[in-house]
């Protein structure tokens, strides 16, 4: 009885304090350094603040560089797979323009028509001096976190808080700001609550994340159920949004709100963050 | 020539589970596949760091082991120090059934891969809700725990594959 509780011991201490060939250090030794380093970045000080920062941009820099070659070929398929969409659209496209010749009338109107719709997608893209362009370094997936990371921080004037917006749509909200990144709280993230306004009615509740692809609406007034394809908006009742910025259209399952999101958070590349005056 | 080969390709070998370590750590390669199959992900992380703290201790240092879980928190964004902890509990387990076993089978590896991943998971539960603000969702990482170990015996394959293609002929 007592060798084999020696046996126990023996091989539990040797397991936490041996150095193999390669071993460099002990895994007892390495387990005490990450409960220091744990307790230190858990209790808030500004010396710890500031490690975690650069350490923070030195790995985002460095994970963005690892990963440029898997978002090359990524980038690539996605580019023949869009050429060959365009090849099939292209052939249905002829066909529309033979029967749109026929038409001359149709195919004047189509054009004015075009041509406006360009001039509205143009002046999309006409950002106010208070907004800043970011790129999406890094968009890893985790089970329990659904954030980005983009290559704007502090230094370009981002702040904690700050809304982000992918075209003129809301898609979350700046947590953690660097020195050269800044982390972004997508709207599907389980931390996420925002206070929205659903369609005409004005009605209010809180968009919270799940996890999922779509957040889900709660807090809405008692036996009021919304239907389906109402647009959702910021209500701006905490001050951060602003009012009235488009969030996506409700969906509605199983008796359960939800919105389907106009930005899709798994497709961003390039965002807009909100600077506050 | 052949030696100096030899032995390049050896050092070369002993590399591939470090650098695979350390590329998980860094990179956007997810194993998590919600756009397949919405609860599969799985760990590979674990897999790699158990099969190899079991199998052969000199691949794999535990410094390797600390520093690929600090760059895995700063990249999800998790506070510094908890990966490192749940990696080196895996580490710990491997090492302790290294210690006190003498024959090796792909059951005896499954079965104690269990509960290296259960004390790994009640570590990094411990610490998030009694030391974080982060909300947790458990069945997800419940799923994620339940597809690393289906997924453990196909890696167990692969890395002895590798061992045996990659090694062979190391200890003549």
Known sequence: MSSSRDDFSIAIRSALLQKGTRQKFSIFFLICLSILIFFLDSFPNKAMDISRSIINDLIYRISSVATSPMRFVDYSSKRVIYHFEIYDENKVLKEELKKLRSKELRVEYLQAQNKNFKEIIGSEFAYSSNNILGKVLLDKESPYLKSVIINKGSQSGIKKGMPVKDRDFLVGRIVETNFLSSRVLLLNDLNSRIPVTIGKSGVQAILTGKGKSKPELEYLPEAYLPENDLIVFTSGIDGIFKEGVAIGTTVIDENIASVKLYSDPNQLNIINVELKD | ?172
Do not use: C
Not at chain 2, 102 to 118: H, K, P, Q, Y
């Open chain 2, 1 to 172: 020539m052949a030696i100096i080969f030899k032995n390049f390709k050896l050092k070369l070998a002993s590399l591939g589970p470090i650098i695979l370590l350390y590329f998980l750590s860094f990179s956007e390669l997810d194993t998590q596949f919600s756009n397949v199959f919405e609860i599969l992900s799985f760990n590979l992380q674990l897999i790699i760091i158990y099969y190899w703290m079991l199998r052969d201790q000199t691949i794999l240092g535990n410094g390797h082991v600390f520093f690929a879980g600090i760059i895995n928190d700063v990249v999800m964004g998790l506070p510094l120090g908890i990966s490192p902890l749940t990696y080196l509990t895996v580490s710990f387990v491997a090492l302790y059934v290294r210690n006190v076993t003498v024959n090796i089978s792909l059951m005896t590896d499954w079965f104690t891969f269990l509960i290296a991943l259960f004390f790994s998971n009640l570590l990094f539960l411990i610490l998030i809700n009694n030391f974080t603000d982060l909300p947790l969702s458990y069945s997800d990482i419940f799923y994620n725990s339940f597809f690393t170990m289906i997924f453990y015996p196909g890696f167990w394959l692969i890395f002895n594959l590798y061992k045996s293609i990659m090694f062979r002929g190391a200890n003549v």
